[in-house]
T-cell receptor
Framework: GQQLNQSPQSMFIQEGEDVSMNCTSS?????WLWYKQDPGEGPVLLIA?????ELTSNGRLTAQFGITRKDSFLNISASIPSDVGIYFC???????????FGGGTRLMVKP | GAVVSQHPSWVICKSGTSVKIECRSL??????MFWYRQFPKQSLMLMAT?????????EQGVEKDKFLINHASLTLSTLTVTSAHPEDSSFYIC???????????FGSGTRLTVV
């Protein structure tokens, strides 16, 4: 099925560094979601974005809904070892649609 | 917040047997639940959309006779892998859509190993 273009595919960073990842779509979405998946677990919602241009924070995480409605980014500030995992973007055009997922960004943090 | 319970978290079965995975929305009603399959280091792949009281809608390439889905109530959907083979070994994840907030909440996943 359709996937969002998510980059980078993986990142290996030093503890304390900031991280940025983004997703782009060829079509418009009205909702963007960012999930984190730990090994052997299901995805857990981090941030939901419902309005173009919206900038939302959740602790050290900040995400923005692109003004064109075709992209979104997620920033993690001052990374810590427990940030390790796979981050997925997802989106849909309206509430009746299925979620479309990005390919994921695998984050590794070196203490 | 919305909670989705998925059981079992892992299961090992012999080839040829069937395995049932349950997905329950604990504190909300979900007319629609989704079943995904995830291979190592890959994203979630939608297998089917499960609607309460009606037949599931399967994605292209997913065998409906092999992956039986039942959504008998607003809080429970089940996925049965019939006549399992080693190539069915994978991580299966369910998701439920909240009717009011239209949020998507995921279960914790089921690791299926067919030997």
């Amino acid at each position: 099925g359709q996937q969002l273009n998510q980059s980078p595919q993986s990142m290996f960073i030093q503890e304390g560094e900031d991280v940025s990842m983004n997703c782009t779509s060829s079509s418009i979405f009205n909702t963007w979601l960012w999930y984190k998946q730990d090994p052997g677990e299901g995805p857990v919602l981090l941030i939901a974005l419902y309005k173009a241009g919206e900038l939302t924070s959740n602790g050290r995480l900040t995400a923005q809904f692109g003004i064109t409605r075709k992209d979104s980014f997620l920033n993690i500030s001052a990374s810590i070892p427990s940030d390790v995992g796979i981050y997925f973007c997802a989106g849909y055009f309206n509430a009746g649609n299925m979620l479309t997922f990005g390919g994921g960004t695998r984050l590794m943090v070196k203490p | 917040g919305a909670v989705v319970s998925q059981h079992p978290s892992w299961v090992i079965c012999k080839s040829g047997t069937s395995v049932k995975i349950e997905c329950r929305s604990l504190d909300f009603q979900a007319t629609t639940m989704f079943w995904y399959r995830q291979f190592p280091k890959q994203s979630l792949m939608l297998m089917a959309t499960s609607n309460e009281g009606s037949k599931a809608t399967y994605e292209q390439g997913v065998e409906k006779d092999k992956f039986l889905i039942n959504h008998a109530s607003l809080t429970l959907s089940t996925l049965t892998v019939t006549s399992a083979h080693p190539e069915d070994s994978s991580f299966y994840i369910c998701s439920a859509r909240d009717l009011i907030l239209y949020g998507y909440t995921f279960g914790s996943g089921t690791r299926l190993t067919v030997v």
